[in-house]
């Protein structure tokens, strides 16, 4: 009996569908929790081409949501790993595992590579990142967070608005899951329910999950959801830039203490506390960039300085460099 005989029964699939998953490139950003699922269900189901991302190594920490991986994993590199399970469970599958983190300088051509994009990292610098470049390109973005108890899906930009139409502004809280836990099975569910979107994109299903988002939440099982297909783009927005695509004619204002980052993000980069904006000399000849760990207090920076800066103000997240 054929591998896909399950699902070619379904009208929604058939031999047209089985062919367009057959033929479909997808670009996986993160091998992670969110991964996990995400990853055995796009192999299982027969993408033709499935490129993963990521330059983590597995920890011990992970696995209580990561569940593609062993304790025998541990020290390994995330995306080899998983790309090698992702062989085993389909041999028809081309699945890449490239060994490196996403930035804004291999996003567009990683991007371009793809018909469709899972952004399953956990840094927003990441997410933002992903979605101006699938917004510039036209290319469908799968995007998820989870923390906590709770997380969200959506389907942005291939035509639909951008994540930044929807969140156009600096997140509340840094919190992560290293820092601010999160439960396997949450993940697990956003991760599949990533995984069935883009299925629903690639097979064309209507209504287009581009331009919803679902949120779902674990402590009363319930999920909710809406539309967002006439969300306007901000107009002005603060690009995440890698370190190696600062200049030496920027104002680089490194905004991480020496005991946080004993070597600056770039050498003509000038410490100034979050706390000390009024210090930062206003050259505004100048292209200003803010730089810190996770892009999060650039951005706020950004956001205060923006109104006495009237020239680009760009930031750096040196998780993402």
Known sequence: MSRYARQTLLPEVGAQGQARLSEARVLVVGAGGLAAPALPLLAGAGVGQITIL?????????????????????GQPKAE????????????????????????ENAPGSVSQADIILDCADSY????????????????????????????????????????????????????????????????????MQAQVALNVILGLDPSPLGQLVQYDARTLRSTGFRFDDAPEPGNCFRFLSASQLKDTDQIIELRSSQ?????????????????????????????????????????????????????????AASTS
């Open 81 to 104: 790993t998983v790309a090698a399970r992702c062989r085993a469970l389909n041999g028809e599958a081309d699945v890449i595992g490239l060994n490196q983190p996403l930035t804004s």
């Open 54 to 74: 990521d330059g983590d190594t597995v920890d011990l920490s992970n696995l209580h949501r990561q569940t593609f991986f062993s304790e025998a994993d541990c």
């Open 125 to 192: 610098a990441a997410s933002y990142i992903l979605s101006d470049t699938c917004l510039a390109q036209g290319k469908p973005l799968i995007s998820a967070s989870v923390l906590g108890l709770s997380g969200y899906v959506g389907g942005f930009c291939g035509g639909g608005p951008s994540l930044r139409a929807v969140f156009p502004d600096a997140p509340d809280s840094g919190a992560s899951c290293a820092t601010a836990g999160v439960l396997g099975p949450v993940v697990g569910v956003i991760g599949a």
């Open 260 to 316: 946080e980052a004993p070597v600056p993000i770039h050498s003509n980069a000038t410490r100034v506390s979050p706390d000390n904006l009024h210090e930062i000399d206003p050259n505004k000849g100048k292209r200003l960039a803010l730089c810190c760990a996770t892009g999060l207090r650039a951005w706020r920076a950004a956001e205060q300085i923006q109104p006495d800066w009237p020239g680009e103000i760009v930031l750096v």
